[in-house]
C-alpha cells in the first residue's frame, strides 16, 4: 500500500435535509438533520483509506469537542491523522442545506481549517509518500507543500474547488501534474490562463461522468445512473478512487470508470463521507469498461 498525503480542509458538517431550497424570504421544512466530519481534504483521505492506500491527513481542527470527534472518526476510518494538528480555537463548522434532488447549498462559520502549515509535516514524511493531494487551503501554503514535494520528485495533484476564481491558486494550478475541476472551475482556469500543457486535467460533470485531458488527447467516461439523495462530498469521492486508481495502476481510462462509481455511491447516502470498498466499486465498474 502506498503512502497518499491529502492536504486541506478538515471540518466537522451539519447537513439539513429539506424538501426545497427555499427563495429569498421564504421557508422549507426541514425533513432530516444529519451531523458527520466533513472538509475536501479528509474526505479524499476517508475514500483513499477504503480503496487500501495509506492516506496521511495534514489539516487543523480546534481544540474543542467537535475537533475531537473529527479526530476520532477519520481514525476509525483508516486515517493517519498523525499530522492533524488541534489549534486554540473552534474547529470549523459546514451547514450544508440539500434539497429533493442532492443540490446542495452550503453555509460556513469560521474555523480554523488553514491554521496549518506546509512545515507541520517534515520533509521525510513527504518523501516517504508516493503522492501529494492538495485540497482548499492557503494559496502560500498549497505552493510551499508543492516546492516540498518536487524538492522529493513526489508527484501532485490538487482540487481547488469552489473558490478558484476569489483566491490566488494560479501558480499551485499551473504547477502540479493533476488538477480536477467541475464544470464551472475549469471555465474560470481556462479564463485565467492557469493550466499549462502536459498537464492530466479531469473535468467532472456530475450525472454526466467525467473527462481527462492530457497533451492534446481526451478521454470520458459517461458515469452511472443512480437515485441522487446527496450530492455533498461526491467530488472529493471521485478524487479519492481516481488517485487510488492510479496508485493501484490503472489506466486513465480505468481511473475515470472507478472516480465515477466512488462518486455515484457517494450521492445515494447523506453526508460527505463515503464508505467504499473494491467490492463496492467493482460492483460498477466491472461492466463499464
Not at 495534514?58 to 488541534?86: F, P, W
Not at 518523501?127 to 482548499?136: P, Y
Not at 490538487?158 to 478558484?164: A, C, I, K, N, Y
Amino acid at each position: 500500500m502506498s503512502q497518499i498525503v491529502c492536504a486541506g480542509h478538515v471540518n466537522w458538517d451539519v447537513t439539513l435535509q429539506v424538501d426545497t431550497l427555499p427563495p429569498p424570504d421564504g421557508e422549507a421544512a426541514v425533513e432530516r438533520r444529519f451531523q458527520a466530519g466533513g472538509g475536501s481534504a479528509s474526505n479524499t483521505a476517508a475514500v483513499l483509506a477504503g480503496l487500501d492506500c495509506r492516506p496521511l491527513l495534514l489539516g487543523s481542527v480546534g481544540s474543542n469537542e467537535t475537533g475531537e470527534l473529527v479526530r476520532r472518526e477519520l481514525e476509525q476510518a483508516g486515517v493517519d491523522c498523525t499530522y492533524l494538528i488541534q489549534v486554540a480555537g473552534d474547529t470549523t463548522v459546514k451547514y450544508l442545506v440539500v434539497d429533493g434532488d442532492g443540490q446542495v447549498m452550503v453555509l460556513s462559520s469560521e474555523g480554523v481549517n488553514e491554521a496549518f502549515d506546509a512545515t507541520d509535516i517534515p520533509a521525510k514524511t513527504v518523501a516517504e509518500s508516493s503522492h501529494l493531494h492538495l485540497t482548499g487551503q492557503e494559496p502560500e501554503t498549497a505552493e510551499k507543500l508543492i516546492e516540498r514535494a518536487h524538492e522529493q520528485d513526489i508527484s501532485v495533484s490538487f482540487d481547488p474547488g469552489r473558490r478558484v476564481d476569489s483566491r490566488a491558486y494560479g501558480p499551485s494550478i499551473s504547477a502540479v501534474d493533476t488538477v480536477f475541476l467541475n464544470a464551472r472551475e475549469m471555465a474560470v482556469a481556462r479564463e485565467k490562463g492557469v493550466l499549462r500543457s502536459g498537464q492530466c486535467i479531469v473535468t467532472k460533470r456530475g450525472g454526466d461522468g467525467a473527462a481527462l485531458y492530457q497533451d492534446g488527447e481526451t478521454i470520458s467516461h459517461p458515469g452511472f445512473s443512480v437515485d441522487v439523495i446527496d450530492t455533498t462530498g461526491a467530488g472529493d469521492a471521485f478524487a479519492g478512487g481516481f488517485l487510488a486508481a492510479r496508485d493501484a495502476g490503472f489506466s486513465l481510462d480505468e481511473a475515470l470508470a472507478v472516480g465515477n462509481a466512488c462518486g455515484a455511491i457517494a450521492v445515494q447516502s447523506v453526508g460527505a463521507r463515503t464508505t467504499l470498498s473494491w467490492e463496492r466499486v467493482a460492483e460498477y465498474v466491472e461492466n463499464s469498461l
